[in-house]
């Protein structure tokens, strides 16, 4: 198969209708990350999203819509609690996760009794869902286990030859994937921090908790609460090593390891915020001022440094407040936890 990649137009949206309409399946543009859509109804075309991605099929995916009307058929019922976070967050990068209608084909949910439901706030992937007249279930579009796309030649990187088109809307503003919040139990609990932070969250719903698996591995023998936790995620081909203390020390450390990977003949960079003096002459990823900035080119940096041929990239630890909290979650998922305190 050949994958044909448009710019956003009416015509390319019109195509990319068309071939979610017939069971194909389409990357497009959202506010978060590029997805990889399929209409949410149709198992055999839920089924070439999880071969594309070589997805593991216990993990279950989320069904993207574009007005309230379309969680009939999907959700059994909207709590109270949850129709106040459609109001304040929707559309926006908040996927809730709700006892799901029988109707919803089992391949979506991975056999659980719950769906994950989000109203991207892109106006392409708006536009297309609604072409499409489908919940659109859509995984972030890159193969499993690696660092989600950020722009249209992510994509490509991962999905050549494997789907039929890739709807090129620029680069992704947010940068990481949407917030998961289960709101099937007694206490609405983040599963994966996002772009609808958890302060936002508790100031519309104060009881709002975060689930330990945010921050740290799942013990062993532990149940996933989202069966995401539980696989290797955003890992670049380098070995990512996370550096936590005070920034003086931190930048020190970064900085002396650097130098014996580097005199040991291995290539390494530094991913950091916005402050780089400390590191003179070393190869440098600068992510940003502030935690918005950082997220939004976390992706890109770690395929970036992928490119470069890196074999060790050392990572500053940021803040866990407002998106500090999705920033650290996916680094440390990067770095399959390898994090030293310095
Ligand atoms: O921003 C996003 O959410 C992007 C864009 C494309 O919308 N999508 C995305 O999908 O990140 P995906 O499949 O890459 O991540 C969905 C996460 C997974 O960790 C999955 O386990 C979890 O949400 N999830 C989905 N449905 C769930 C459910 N019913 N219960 C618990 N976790 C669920
Ligand atoms: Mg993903």
């Not at 015509?11 to 997805?35: H, I, K, M, Q």
């Not at 979506?108 to 892109?122: E, K, Q």
């Not at 969250?201 to 062993?220: F, R, T």
């Not at 979650?329 to 936890?337: E, I, Q, S, T, V």
Request: hydrophobic content about 45%; proline content about 7%; aromatic content about 4%.
């Amino acid at each position: 198969m050949t994958t044909e990649c448009l710019q956003v137009s009416d015509a390319a949206l019109c195509r990319a209708a068309s071939l979610l309409r017939a069971g194909e399946v389409v990357a497009f543009p959202t506010e978060t990350v590029y997805g990889l859509g399929a209409d949410a109804m149709k198992p055999q075309a839920v089924a070439k999203i999880f071969a594309a991605k070589e997805r593991p099929a216990d993990n279950p995916l989320i069904a993207h819509i574009a007005d309230r009307a379309m969680l009939q058929g999907l959700v059994r019922a909207v709590p109270p609690d949850a129709e106040r976070l459609m109001e304040a967050f929707w559309p926006g990068p908040l996927t809730l996760v709700l006892p799901k209608d029988a109707r919803v084909p089992e391949i979506v949910s991975a056999g659980l009794d719950t769906v994950g439901v989000r109203m991207p706030s892109h106006p392409t992937a708006l536009a297309l869902i609604r072409a499409a007249s489908c919940p659109v279930a859509a995984p972030s579009a890159n193969r499993s286990g690696r660092p989600s796309p950020t722009r249209a030649a992510h994509v490509l990187e991962d999905m050549q030859g494997r789907i039929p088109l890739v709807l090129d809307g620029g680069p992704s503003g947010y940068g990481v994937e949407s917030t998961v919040l289960d709101m099937a139990g007694a206490v609405p609990t983040v599963l994966r921090p996002g772009g609808v932070t958890v302060e936002m969250l508790q100031s519309v719903l104060p009881k709002v908790q975060v689930d330990g698996a945010v921050l740290q591995p799942l013990a062993e023998g532990a149940q996933a609460k989202s069966p995401g936790m539980k696989h290797r995620h955003y890992a670049p081909r380098a070995q990512v090593l996370v550096m936590r203390g005070a920034k003086d020390a931190v930048q020190k450390s970064i900085a002396a390891q650097y130098d014996e990977i580097t005199h040991g003949g291995r290539r390494a960079a530094i991913l950091c915020g916005a402050g780089t003096a400390g590191y003179g002459g070393r190869n440098v990823y600068a992510l940003g001022q502030d935690t918005e900035a950082m997220a939004a080119r976390l992706f890109d940096a770690l395929r970036t440094l992928d490119a470069q041929g890196v074999d060790v990239i050392l990572a500053e630890a940021s803040e866990v407040s407002g998106m500090g909290l999705a920033l650290m979650n996916r680094l440390l998922r990067a770095a399959n936890f390898d994090v030293v305190d310095v």
